[in-house]
C-alpha cells in the first residue's frame, strides 16, 4: 500500500521551515500532500491561488502534490487515502499544541498516525507569522523564503 502523508497547514506565506521538514520527510513516504487549510473565518494575507502558486514553485519532487481543503484534517486525510498526518515542532509552545491536535486527531480516526519531525535549529525561528510582519514593515523576508518566492 501506498505511504501517503498529508502535511496540513495555512502556508502563508511557506517558508523555508516548512520546506525542510517536508524534504526532510519525503524519504518516508510514497506521496506528500501539503494540504492548505481553508478556514473562512481567518484572515489571511496571501490569497489561495498565490499561496498555492508559491508551494508548487518551492518542490520539484513528483512525490509532492497540492491541496485545498476546508473542515477536518482528518476528514480529509480518509478522503485522500493519507494514513500520515506531518508536522513540525520548533519548541516547546509548537509540542504542547501539536501534541494536543495529535491526540485529538487520534481520537476522532485511531488509523491515522501523527508523525512530527523537529526543526533544524537554523529554522527554529521561523515562523509565516514573523514573515508576514516584516513583510507588512517592509523588512527583508527574503532569507526565510523558498526561492521562487519574490515579496
Ligand atoms: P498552522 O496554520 O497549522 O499553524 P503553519 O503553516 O503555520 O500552519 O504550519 C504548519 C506546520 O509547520 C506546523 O506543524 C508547524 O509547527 C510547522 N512549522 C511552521 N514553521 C516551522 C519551522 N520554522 N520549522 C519547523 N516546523 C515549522
Known sequence: MQKVAVFPGSFDPITLGHTSIINRALPLFDEIIIAIGNNSQKKYMFDLKQRKDWIIGAFKSPKIKVDIYQGLTVEYCEKV?????LRGVRNAIDFEFE?????????????IETIILFTEPQYAAISST??????????????????NIKV
Open 81 to 85: 487515502n493519507a494514513k500520515f498526518i
Open 130 to 147: 514573523i514573515v508576514r510582519d516584516i513583510i507588512r514593515n517592509n523588512g527583508d523576508a527574503q532569507q526565510f523564503l523558498p526561492k
Open 99 to 111: 501534541k494536543n491536535i495529535a491526540q485529538m486527531n487520534n481520537k476522532l480516526n485511531d488509523e
